[in-house]
T-cell receptor, first 109, second 112 residues
Framework: RKEVEQDPGPFNVPEGATVAFNCTYS??????FFWYRQDCRKEPKLLMS???SGNEDGRFTAQLNRASQYISLLIRDSKLSDSATYLC??????????FGPGTRLSVLP | DAGVTQSPTHLIKTRGQQVTLRCSPK?????VSWYQQALGQGPQFIFQ???????QRGNFPDRFSGHQFPNYSSELNVNALLLGDSALYLC???????????FGSGTRLTVV
């Protein structure tokens, strides 16, 4: 089993839609969780950290369920500019960041 | 405040050759991690350098080696290049082991 798994995608959604990405991780000792966004042929950029209490940043909401080892990202009112690959990232304290394979999102006009 | 800079941006090499990629971390960061990202996949951890030593290593062969200099910059060396080494090589810097990563824009290596 891979350390971090994500929805295979791609997701093709119309503008204005709500889309949810799911991620599971295998290491129960994982401490930190993040969502990164990667545009085509660009480097990954931090979208948001994920906290146990859940956190929201504008149209983006991230949630963590430690018991189920599950992380989610919800994007509301999708924009064309949201089209990118979304990478789930898990970090064990003092260890390296482990990336999921990513889920590609295309927001269509 | 400069972010992470990598050089070169693109590189074409022949099988069997050796390559050196370079990374300057973000100002204030002391830890450098290298990742390999093949097309359509997530980044895979190669190794991490802290205090000029390799602190962790992923599942990559010994053909992949690195170095960190006193100014925290780092190099990734790959010997005996294979076609399968073609990928985007990303450098990420952080403050300490679990600080947030800042990525450079990467070096796209093509092995022919």
């Amino acid at each position: 089993r891979k350390e971090v798994e994500q929805d295979p995608g791609p997701f093709n959604v119309p503008e204005g839609a709500t889309v949810a990405f799911n991620c599971t991780y295998s290491n129960s000792a994982s401490q930190s969780f993040f969502w990164y966004r990667q545009d085509c042929r660009k480097e990954p950029k931090l979208l948001m950290s994920v906290y146990s209490s859940g956190n929201e940043d504008g149209r983006f909401t991230a949630q963590l369920n430690r018991a189920s080892q599950y992380i989610s990202l919800l994007i509301r009112d999708s924009k064309l500019s949201d089209s990118a690959t979304y990478l789930c990232v898990v970090n064990d304290y003092g260890q390296n960041f482990v990336f999921g394979p990513g889920t590609r999102l295309s927001v269509l006009p | 405040d400069a972010g992470v800079t990598q050089s070169p941006t693109h590189l074409i090499k022949t099988r069997g050759q050796q390559v050196t990629l370079r990374c300057s971390p973000k100002s204030g960061h002391d830890t450098v991690s290298w990742y390999q990202q093949a097309l359509g996949q997530g980044p895979q951890f190669i190794f991490q350098y802290y205090e000029e030593e390799e602190r962790q290593r992923g599942n990559f062969p010994d053909r992949f080696s690195g170095h960190q200099f006193p100014n925290y910059s780092s190099e990734l060396n790959v010997n005996a290049l294979l076609l399968g080494d073609s990928a985007l090589y990303l450098c990420a810097s952080s403050l300490g082991w679990d600080g947030g990563y800042t990525f450079g824009s990467g070096t796209r290596l093509t092995v022919v």
